[in-house]
Each structure stands twice: as structure tokens, then as C-alpha cells.
């Protein structure tokens, strides 16, 4: 199994970023997506979720309006659309892969994790 994220790196306030995430080795269209983030000294937080067929979506509060989690289960990918980034975005963003049917905004639910891009937001 893995999850490969890209698309991170370093972007000015306001600006845009999209991360990518490369799902391989377990049957991705069964599985609802997550985009988690962890800042330095923090907790490891929820930022968006979709399920298995694009039918429903979940944001943190943080982040709604600003960023769009969109898949293609062809090509076995979840994206992240970023924008109006802040500098309170600064993170490593993390993908991974929920089994259990129904979304979820717990780090414990998600049984596999990507390894990780970093978003850093700064003038």
C-alpha cells in the first residue's frame, strides 16, 4: 500500500497550491479519502474528506471556502485545491485511505497514511 502526496512547497499569502495524492496497492474507489495537516508542535488535524463515489464532502471550518478535495478513482488520485492560503497553513499535509463507509474526521479512522507534503505559507 502507499500514498504519495506532492504539490506542497512554498507560496506567498493569498496564493494557490494544489497537492496531489497517488493511492497504490489497495482498491481505491472502496475507500473514502482524507486530507489531514500537522504544524510544527501541534496535533495532527482534519482538513476535508470525500467519499468513495464524490457524493459527499466534509470541510474543516478552517478551511471551507477557501479549499475544494475532488478524486478520480480512474486514476486513483485525491487532490487538494488550495486557495487564499494564510500563513496559518503552514503544514505538512498528509492523504489517507478510510475503509469504514461513512466520513470521518478522526485520525484514528483512517487506516492508511500517505507520508507527507510540505505547505508553507509566507511572504
Known amino acids: 500500500v502507499q500514498l504519495q502526496a506532492s504539490g506542497g512547497g512554498l507560496v506567498q499569502p493569498g496564493g494557490s497550491l494544489r497537492l496531489s495524492c497517488a493511492a497504490s496497492?489497495?482498491?481505491?474507489?472502496?475507500?473514502?479519502m482524507g486530507w489531514f495537516r500537522q504544524a510544527p508542535g501541534k496535533e495532527r488535524e482534519f482538513v476535508a474528506a470525500?467519499?468513495?463515489?464524490?457524493?459527499?464532502?466534509w470541510y474543516a471550518d478552517s478551511v471551507k471556502g477557501r479549499f475544494t478535495i475532488s478524486r478520480d478513482n480512474a486514476e486513483n488520485a485525491v487532490y487538494l485545491q488550495m486557495n487564499s492560503l494564510q500563513p496559518e497553513d503552514t503544514a505538512v499535509y498528509f492523504c489517507?485511505?478510510?475503509?469504514?463507509?461513512?466520513?470521518?474526521?478522526?485520525?484514528?479512522?483512517?487506516?492508511?497514511w500517505g507520508q507527507g507534503t510540505q505547505v508553507t505559507v509566507s511572504s
Open positions: 489517507a485511505a478510510d475503509r469504514d463507509p461513512g466520513l470521518s474526521r478522526m485520525v484514528v479512522r483512517y487506516e492508511y
Open positions: 496497492g489497495f482498491t481505491f474507489g472502496s475507500y473514502d
Open positions: 470525500i467519499t468513495r463515489r464524490s457524493r459527499d464532502r
